[in-house]
Nanobody, 131 residues
Framework: VRLVESGGGTVEAGGSLKLSCEVSEYSFSRHSMGWFRQSPGKEREGVAGITTTGDPSYADSVKGRFTVSKDNTKHMLYLEMNNLQPEDTAVYYC??????????????????????????WGQGTQVTVSS
């Protein structure tokens, strides 16, 4: 399984970026996908996830600003980020799971505590938001 993120960069506060994650050598449409981020000195946190049926979930900190989507035919996962703020600065990772257990909590929400259920990870792409 190979996941490759792209689209990171540096923007000013209030700006936008769209991240992409290309997934290969995997049955993309049969697995949930997620976006996570990690900034220096902080633990990795869940940002947004999308189920096999296309149901999205978001961390409270990004709800209303970020949109997760996917294209099953292209094996691509996306994260559109609007109104970016300096606290969004981090390395962003995409991940997928092996369908042994759901990677979402009982409310269907992406959560940091269930990160161990996300099995395969990309190498990350840096997002920097200047104030």
């Amino acid at each position: 399984v190979r996941l490759v993120e792209s689209g990171g960069g540096t923007v000013e506060a209030g700006g936008s970026l769209k991240l992409s994650c290309e997934v290969s050598e995997y049955s993309f449409s049969r697995h949930s996908m997620g976006w996570f981020r990690q900034s220096p000195g902080k633990e990795r946190e869940g940002v947004a996830g999308i189920t096999t049926t296309g149901d999205p979930s978001y961390a409270d900190s990004v709800k209303g600003r970020f949109t997760v989507s996917k294209d099953n035919t292209k094996h691509m996962l996306y994260l559109e980020m609007n109104n970016l703020q300096p606290e969004d600065t981090a390395v962003y990772y995409c991940a997928t799971e092996r369908a042994v257990q759901t990677p979402f909590d009982r409310f269907g929400k992406i959560t940091t505590s269930l990160i161990p259920r996300w099995t395969y990870w990309g190498q990350g792409t840096q997002v920097t938001v200047s104030s």
